[in-house]
Every structure is written in C-alpha cells, then in structure tokens.
C-alpha cells in the first residue's frame, strides 16, 4: 500500500510539473522555473571559468574571437525572434584555451563557452561552427537546464520514497529501482540532444548559414580523435541517426538560408562579458 501511494505522490507530482517546450511544443517535465536555473547557473558559469581565467587561457586569440561573436550573435539574433523576452538575458560567450578538449556548451539565460579543441581539431567551416553554436544556443532557448535539473529533482524525491519504503516494509532497494531512476534521465537527454539539433539547424539558417554543413559537421566530429567520437558526443544521439535527421532537414531549412536581406546581429552587452558580479 505504500509503495502504490509512493507512486501516486510522484505521478500527481510530475503531472502537475508539466510543460511545453518552447518552440517545438515537446512536453517536458519542470519542478524548476526557468528563472530558477537561470539564477543558479550565472555563479556556476563564473566558477567553471575562473580557473582558465586565473591561467590565462580565455580569449586570447582576437581574430578567433571576433569570428565567433559575429556567427553566435547572428544566431542569437533570429532566437530573440523566437522568444522576445530572450533580449533581457545576459548572453555571452568566452573561448576556453584547451586544445584537446571538443567541447561547447550553454546554460540557462545565454552563458555560453567554446572550447578552441573544438575549432582546432574539427577546423570546423563558418556554417558548421554555426552549427554547433545554433545547438547551443538552442540549449537554453528550450528551457533545457532547468529540465536536467527538475529531472534530477524528480529522480532524487523517487530515491527518497524507495528509501521510505525500505524503511517502513523492510524491502531492498533493488537495482531495478535504480535503474528506472536512470532511464528518466538518459531518454530525455537525447530527446533534447535530437531537439537542440532542430531548432539549432533553423537558427542557423535563418542566420544565413548553409544548412548542409549540419551534416557535414557531425561527419567530422565522428572523424575526430581517430574515428573515437570526442567527449562532446557522449550523451548525443548516435552519430548515424542524427546525420539522417540533419540530411532530411536540410532541404526544408534551404528557403530559411535563402532568403535575401541582411542578417541582423546580437550586439554583446560589455557588462555581461565580464567575469565577475
């Protein structure tokens, strides 16, 4: 009986949690607001790069740098236009110097970093380092943060009903239970991973960013480290099924890249950039 009330609470819980993501309509589960993890993410972003800064392995290559400001802002661009209220984050991007590490990520509210691994031994084109950066980016439009977190939340108050469980009936925590606590977890990081590469792809070409180089540029990433997928990859999907889903995007992002005009560019706000509150 008190198992079956324990998965009662949870149900009631993680329906009451729900939501769409923005954008795709996914629905996802979020016991954390978005607010929530943009405020816990800005120290954890200046603590992640404290330590490079400290060793003076951040942004220190100038012509990198501008290149890389000029296709995220695009991109950041065209997300403001997807959700208006995105223009009060403190987007940003700093460039780790780590040469072995392919790697690039974004938090909640825009906080974003480049690995120079990434450019160095993908030696990735404009478009595809568009692609990579649309991902990104795409990241925090969708609200993913705060879905890892109330994800990880969820996981931990079903651990602690088990706990109760065991208690009160004298019952082991089976590694089935445990288990079903990881399954939460690694479908709905592909789901975002798949999602990411989505949005990211028309971000991009509304940026004015070829859409093949989607595509292209996983090829290379699958090259890397001599046919070893880099780390970068380790929770995405399988490199095989994210090519083919590229591939059959492209031609429906084509009009997107096509289209004439001049792209407007996310200006930097030079408070934001610094690494310090």
């Known amino acids: 009986m008190i198992r079956a009330l324990s998965w009662l609470t949870i149900c009631a819980v993680l329906l009451s949690a729900c939501a769409s993501a923005p954008v795709t309509g996914r629905k996802q589960l979020m016991l954390v607001s978005e607010d929530t993890a943009i405020a816990e993410s800005e120290p954890a972003y200046f603590e992640m ?22 296709i995220t802002g695009r991109i950041i661009a065209q997300a403001i236009k997807y959700r208006p209220e995105t223009a009060n984050w403190k987007w940003s991007i700093h460039i ?12 909640a509210g825009g906080r974003m970093a480049l690995y120079t691994g990434l450019v160095e031994q993908i030696k990735p084109t404009d478009d595809e380092l568009a692609q990579v950066l649309g991902h990104e980016i795409s990241h925090a439009l969708a609200k993913h943060t705060a879905e890892r977190m109330s994800v990880a939340m969820a996981t931990g108050t079903a651990l ?22 990881l399954a939460v977890q690694l479908p709905n990081s592909r789901k975002s991973e798949s999602e990411a590469d989505r949005i990211g792809i028309e971000l991009a070409a509304k940026a004015g960013y070829n859409p093949n180089a989607g595509p292209s540029l996983w090829r290379k990433m699958n090259k890397a480290g001599g046919g070893k997928p880099p780390e970068f990859l380790s929770t ?10 590229l591939q059959v995007l492209v031609p429906q ?13 996310y200006t930097f706000k030079p408070e934001n950039e610094k690494l310090s509150k």
Do not use: C
């Open 49 to 70: 790069l404290s330590e490079p800064s400290r060793q003076g392995k951040l942004d220190n290559d100038p012509k990198l740098n501008a290149r890389v400001k000029l």
């Open 253 to 265: 992002m084509m009009p997107y890249y096509q289209q004439k005009g001049e792209r407007p560019v």
């Open 160 to 181: 602690a009903i088990f706990g109760m469980t065991q208690e009160k009936q004298g019952l082991a925590l089976t590694g089935a239970a445990m288990a079903a606590a």
């Open 96 to 107: 780790i110097d780590d040469p072995k590490t392919v790697n690039a990520w974004a938090m």
């Open 236 to 245: 995405h999907p399988s490199s095989d099924n994210r090519i083919n889903s």
